[in-house]
């Protein structure tokens, strides 16, 4: 008992020491210094917030900004059908050389392959006997009439004369000219058929190889040559949006190749039919080829409407991306925040942002709406 009471005598001097010392200052506590925590109460509806220090919220105004409704549809790089040009061999036989490829550049009249051909053969006996008939007839025709000068025939044998004649003028003709259709000279006899490029331009297709037997016409084209200096950029423009389409109108075609070359399409048809399963129509555009738009390429087709349309444009910052659509933060009295869905348009310099629709010029939105979001859900 004696030790215990002796234990509580030496802590009670202790605590009186340490009372008697110098009283120091105390040091201020960082946390308790901070300003509040910004404390968010939450409303019944989802979409608005009340708190407590709005001021830590800058708030931006919507800006005017005036342009023309535009539509943005993608579409392929097409050849101009009315610009191809077939490459058709009219005789049958073996193909035996090929002086071009596809996607070879060729000029008008220059040789494209060589097709071995009975047909040729076939032509050039029928020429040969026609020559050879003709002249018989004319031989038979000068002995007739002299014959007629001197009563020994009647007239009726001098005209029987005259129709052999003429009837083998006509054959040798015919003859004749099947051998230019088929492409031989008739003064040349050869089984070979040459075939020359038609126009000018790249080959966008080949169906002939080196051995490979031809029908002629029964046939598909050998090749087809393409003036690619116009093109050809076909789009799917849905039915909704098709008021923003006007034939004659201009288009601007950006290529997803070349994101930087900005070009000027002519709107030269709209498609008379919608595609029942997607609801689309086919926009054709005409565009002069630079010369880096290749066939199939990928573009971006920007069409503007007519009439221009006045739309809000605010700050990148003020605009929250949430649940795959566009919001802002609009303020209410009682230091409440409303969230509202807006349609986020183009993106313009200096960091704005053209909102299509959901605010109007002259309202007011949080200027940074992602920092509001993050207090909110904490």
Partial sequence: MKHLLGGLVAIAALVLLSGCGTTKAKVPDAVSTAPPPTE??????????????????????????????????????????????PVISLASGRIVEIHARLGDKVTKGQLLLKVQSPDIGQAFSDYRQALADEVLAKAQLERAKVLYDKGAIAQKDVEVAQDNEAKAVV????????????GVDPANPTPIVEIHAPASGVITDQQVTTAAGTQGLASPNAFTISDLSTVWIICDVYENDLANVHEGATAEVRVNAYPERVLHARISNIAPIMDPNIRTAKVRLEVENPGFLRLGMFVTAIFHGEKRETLAMVPATAVLHLHDRDWVYMPLPGNRFQRVAVTGGAMLDGNMQVLTSGIRPGDRVVQNALVLQNTVEQ
């Fill in 171 to 182: 054959t040798v003709e015919t003859t004749t000219n099947r051998l230019k259709i088929l």
């Fill in 40 to 85: 968010v109460i939450h409303e019944s509806n989802a979409g608005i917030a009340r708190v407590d220090h709005p001021e830590q919220f800058p708030l931006a105004t919507a800006a005017r900004y005036d342009s023309a409704p535009s539509l943005t549809a993608t579409g392929v790089v097409s050849a101009d059908v009315s610009r191809n040009v």
